[in-house]
């Protein structure tokens, strides 16, 4: 497993969550080696974490450009040195059969892969989609600029490295349909994110009249959203029910997020110790995000914590879920403002959507469900050729690796 940022739990961070996961629930089962990527801000426990599930740990360290100018040369670049010395050595020593990679910019690792190593890319989501996202609500011509050359470089990104993976991993079909300019479907799968079931365990304690939406909230999506719902929504919810309050819990809040607070009833947090407890508190959890790519793992934690919802179809993207029976849907601002006021008002109907949304999360997306299909990932990747490597195309595409034992 080669990981653009170091696994460790528990943490909000997709890029760790995800590879944390996939080691703590198949460690038992298969060996890992892992070479990873730090930035040297972890804390100690948080660079001991993957030692309890791996064979071997090789930490990089790195200085990652930021800005417009270190995106471009992210994508652009091949594996940076220190990493293709590290993940070479540790090709040549283990003799792995899977090549994991973990993150994006991990993609171009896969050039170092020997012939009849699968390839496995979990990307997230798709780059050039999310910045084409973004790009309607950028606040200035610098910033459409911005999103425009991000989404063009990431495309170019895709389409150049890309094509040496055996298999991509997504996690919605939206992001499928936009690698398929890339690269062949047949090599694209879709993985939702899962939960720890007992870490978002389900709980509700709501405090009547509290609506609740969290996030990082210096991640533009969540700026608009929580700008949308305070400025355009709760007004209108207020006027309704004087009594009622907004609350925006979450790491990072900009300043365009702390402004917020200066309307009556809304609350900024900023960094919180636990985010489960605010969550547990909503009457109505309410994600009025008009844009992002990529299943929203703050509406998974809200379905297993037990906060009714009301959400956009944005925040649902790769997320199958039923209006009316897991959470309520709606779009315009005056929708969402009615089916929050009718959920604040409605405890039969809060009650029945949390019973059921909570069942949803424990039937398709435990962590041990979801880590069973990344293991049918590699499995496939060790039944295909090596797509993209030269030497792999001129030898038998009848791979002679043995199938991964334990497949899930």
């Known amino acids: ?7 460790f739990l528990p943490c909000h961070d997709g890029f760790r969550v995800i590879p944390a996961h996939l080691l703590r629930e198949l460690s038992g089962r298969h060996e890992f080696f892992l070479v990873a990527l730090s930035d040297g801000m972890e804390r100690q426990e948080e660079l001991e974490w993957p030692s309890q599930y791996c064979a071997e740990v090789q930490i990089v360290r790195t200085k990652a450009p930021h800005g417009l100018c270190g995106s471009i040369m992210r994508r652009v670049r091949e594996t940076p040195p220190d990493l293709a010395a590290a993940v070479s050595r540790c090709l040549t020593t283990v003799r792995p059969d899977v090549l994991h990679l973990e993150g994006p910019s991990m993609a171009s690792v896969a050039l170092l892969a020997p012939t009849g190593v699968a390839r496995v890319l979990s990307a997230h989501d ?30 170019w990104h895709e389409g150049r490295w890309y094509k040496n993976l055996d298999r991509v991993v997504v996690t919605s079909a939206a992001d499928s349909t936009s690698l398929q300019r890339s690269i062949p479907c047949e090599r694209i799968s879709v993985i939702p994110n899962g939960i720890d079931l007992d870490h978002w365990s389900y709980r509700p ?9 969290s996030g990082n909230m210096s991640w533009p999506p969540n700026e608009d959203a929580a700008e949308y719902f305070a400025r355009q929504v709760f007004p209108v919810v207020r006027g309704e029910l004087p009594g009622a309050e907004y609350w925006i819990v ?14 009556a009833g809304v609350k900024v ?15 109505v959890y309410a994600s009025s995000l008009r844009f992002g790519a990529g299943v929203k793992n703050k509406i998974l934690e809200a379905m297993a914590l037990g906060a009714p919802i009301v959400a956009t179809s944005a925040s649902l993207t790769g997320t199958p879920v039923t209006h009316g029976r897991h959470l309520m849907i709606a779009n315009s601002a005056s929708d969402i403002a009615i089916e929050t006021v009718h959920l604040l008002r409605n405890a039969g109907a ?23 299909m990344f293991v049918r990932e590699w499995e496939a990747g060790l039944h295909q050729p090596n797509h993209g490597n030269k030497l792999a195309q001129e030898s038998s595409v009848n791979h002679t690796k043995p199938a991964i034992k334990d497949l899930d």
């Open 269 to 283: 947090t900023g960094t919180v110790p636990d985010i489960r407890e605010y969550v547990r508190s909503a009457s």
């Open 350 to 372: 809060r009650d029945r959507l949390s019973a059921e949304a909570r069942r949803l999360i424990e039937t398709e997306y435990s962590w041990r469900r979801i880590a069973g």
């Open 1 to 7: 497993m080669v990981s653009q940022a170091l696994p």
């Open 250 to 263: 979450g790491a990072s809040p900009s300043a365009r997020v702390r402004d917020l607070g200066s309307i």
């Open 126 to 155: 798709s780059i050039s989609l999310r910045y084409a996202e973004f790009l309607p609500f950028a606040r200035s011509r610098r910033d459409a600029l911005s999103c425009r050359i991000r989404s063009f470089q990431g495309r």
């Open 205 to 213: 304690s709501p405090v009547p009249g509290r609506v609740v939406f």
